[in-house]
Structure formats: C-alpha cells, structure tokens
C-alpha cells in the first residue's frame, strides 16, 4: 500500500526554467510533509517542508504546496539550475496519535535532470 | 550542525557472516534514531525505529531477529545484519531525530552491503 506517491519518475527540464514535480498521498492522518533531495549511493538531504495547517511555504528557488482536500502537494523549483538534477523524495509524517506519528513515509521519487 | 555519519560506507561480506552498522549523530543528541533500506530505484523503506536505551520498534516484515538494533546512547546506534545472504544486499540509511522539531529526521550518508 503505497501511502505516498510521486507518479512521474523523471522529470527532465532547461535550466532557468521552473520544474514542477508532483506527490500525492493517501493517508488524511499525515501531517508534515517534506522535500528531500538525494544523489546516489547518498543519505537524503532536508530541501523544504510544510505543515497541514498551511498551503505554501517558500524558501529562496523552492516553493511547496500543498493542497489538503486533493491530498496533493508540489515542489516548484525556480529557476532551475543544473546543480539541481538528483533525485527528489517527497515525505509524510502522520500526526499524533497515529501509527505513523514521527515516522517518515517516503513517495518513490522523480529524478529532475536540469539541462545546460 | 545536525550531523549524522555512517560506518562502513560500504561493505562486502559472504554469505552467513553478520555486518554491523554504526549511525552517530556528531554534534546533537539524538533522541530517536531510524534505519531504513533503499534496493535499486526505489523508495526509502523504513525498518525500524529506536529510541535511546529501549527496544527498537519494528515495521511490519522486518525480521527482528535478523536486523539487531542497538540504541545504547544518544548518539550511536548500530544495525547488525545477521547470517546475511544475498538478498540482505541493499543500501541502508540510517536518520536521527534530536530535541529540535519533531518532523525533523538527519540522515547519514549510507552503507552499501554486498552479500557474495
């Protein structure tokens, strides 16, 4: 059971453009969600987060929305650059009280590559 | 700051000998700390969760026995692969939560086990 989804596995984009990549989640018992980057054969690195209660949070190229009816939220990265290609996890954490309090459950990921 | 480091980074072993896995967290308390696997182009899967000085809590398909987890202080945990085999091959990563936000999760830059 796929609680977090990220249908697009790669997204490819020009740099200085805006990439969009898209999450989807299934459990209405979530309540933080992130954007990790990853390289491979690294750990994830924290880019931005977003709680329930709010709609939008940015922080400098990247902006998170999120839309709780639709249980959809994306990450806007503009512009993009070329040192921005990786892999990009989007992630849920369940609120308190819930089996998934605290823990991470992570959508299968979207590789961006940014062109030159 | 928020630190958290892995040792190996990777590791080959043969089939029926037990790998161990450190995860510290260098220049904060980690209160909680979590493991997780990665195969091939997929999704993180979280394993297991530990808290310092209790037992760690495992997901749903995790052989306990299989994947020992100590937490003995706030700032190590270890993961002991036993009787590894092949299928045990797999990048693992560990995180750890501090004091701080309890949304937050540092991840380690990750062991590459390899199970000949």
């Known amino acids: 059971d796929q609680q977090v989804k990220q249908n697009s596995p790669s997204l490819s984009v020009q740099e200085g453009r805006i990439s969009i990549l898209n999450c989807d989640y299934t459990?209405?018992?979530?309540?933080?969600f992130l954007w990790y980057k990853k390289y491979p054969a690294e750990g994830p690195t924290f880019l931005i987060s977003?709680?329930?209660?709010?709609d939008k949070n940015e922080d400098g190229r990247f902006t998170v929305f999120l839309n709780k009816s639709a249980k959809h939220l994306s990450l806007h990265i503009v512009p993009s650059q070329p040192g921005d290609s990786a892999v990009y996890f989007c992630?849920?954490?369940?609120?308190?009280?819930?089996?998934?309090?605290?823990?991470?459950?992570f959508g299968q990921g979207t590789i961006l590559t940014v062109h030159p | 700051g928020a630190v958290v480091s892995q040792h190996p980074s990777w590791v080959i072993c043969k089939s029926g000998t037990s790998v161990k896995i450190e995860c510290r967290s260098l220049?904060?308390?980690?209160?909680?700390m979590f493991w997780y696997r990665q195969f091939p182009k997929q999704s993180l899967m979280l394993m297991a969760t530990?808290?310092?000085?209790?037992?760690?809590?495992?997901e749903q398909g995790v052989e306990k026995d299989k994947f020992l987890i100590n937490h003995a202080s706030l700032t190590l945990s270890t993961l002991t692969v036993t009787s590894a085999h092949p299928e045990d091959s797999s990048f693992y990563i560990c995180?750890?939560?501090?004091?701080?936000?309890?949304?937050?999760?540092?991840f380690g830059p990750g062991t590459r086990l390899t199970v000949t």
């Open positions: 995180s750890a939560r501090g004091l701080a936000a309890w949304y937050e999760q540092y």
């Open positions: 459990n209405s018992m979530f309540d933080y």
């Open positions: 977003i709680s329930s209660i709010k």
């Open positions: 992630a849920a954490i369940g609120a308190a009280g819930g089996t998934s309090y605290g823990k991470l459950t």
């Open positions: 220049d904060f308390q980690a209160t909680t």
């Open positions: 530990s808290n310092e000085g209790s037992k760690a809590t495992y």
